[in-house]
């Protein structure tokens, strides 16, 4: 009520009705909305979800290896008794699988998300995309929606099994994640129990508020400092290893450079009903804490945002990874501790 009357003064709007029981059920920025219009702009009630969706057939295990080739508990995936939970990752750019499931140059122990599935019985899985590590030989995309397509499939099958899950996503990654949860909710597929999030602005961020310049047309001078604002270690960037990367990132940030945002659907108008954990990098040269806190408007449940110590890729250094990671898993729901 304190925040509805806020709202309500601050758009001088006192001679409307503050009605709890239902606008407690709007997000902030349709309250904001319904209050400057006077009370004429009133939020449609939200459509029912879809009815889940029969179950999908499991792909065989060649094709789940080359999208996971490392899920923990084991690669082959042969599990004594069911994972009690999962963990869903989505890489940044440039990136592999390894950002997420490798321990670290000349580190032993392992990370902090594959010691925790392992040791409570979780199933960790690392999305690897196609053109890169074993997958080098398979056509990227320049924009999200194939990799929707395909990873679909793969992954669908799992979700559909009971168990809870998290998604985690870091920088390209998150918009990814945004148009998979899009797909999931309008086909009927369950949705996780928490979202990660980390290293990236809401998806409708406009074009000319985007913190980066697009890589189009860019020379590979210019490409180059474009890559080190994003924090790319400069040793991808010298001529022998950037004939590797270079194509491999211009992929990639196409696909973020010219991303169209597409709303919610219907059923979700006001925001994803899964709470979300959302960080800003306190070094990141591009994405910081306002770009990040824009990710509220796609929750209807709780949206906390917090500060990670460190540059966008935070991931490649082990110990600030390390303490994200646990601060991470802290914040998760109580059936994956």
Known sequence: ??????????????????DLAKMSLWTKDQAVAFFESGGEDEPKEAMPLPPMAPKMPPVDDATF?????????????????????RMVCFIAAGCSESMWSGNGLRQKEPNPFVAHCKEKGG??????LPGREQRRNDPRSR?????????????????QDGIPFVFCAHSFGTWLMYELLKKMVTVGIPLPKMCAISGFGAPDLPLNERPWPQNKGEDDDKFKENCKGWDVNEIALIPANFKTFGPMFRDDFSCFDEYVFTPLPDCVAGGFPIPFQVYYATKDKRVKEHHVVEWKKFTSEKCD?????GNHLFFFDVPQRATFMTTVLGRLPAEFK
């Not at 924009?143 to 979700?159: A, D, R």
């Not at 945002?305 to 110590?309: D, G």
């Open 143 to 159: 924009s999200y929606g194939p990799y929707v397509e395909q990873l679909f499939p793969v992954l669908m099958p799992l979700l």
């Open 305 to 309: 945002v917090y500060a990670a110590e």
């Open 1 to 18: 009520m304190e925040e509805l009357q806020e709202i309500q003064a601050d758009a001088m709007a006192d001679d409307i009705e503050i």
């Open 123 to 128: 199933e960790m899985l690392a999305i690897e």
């Open 65 to 85: 290896k080359k999208w996971f080739p490392k899920a923990f508990q084991g690669a082959d995936r042969a599990f004594q008794q069911p994972p009690k939970f």
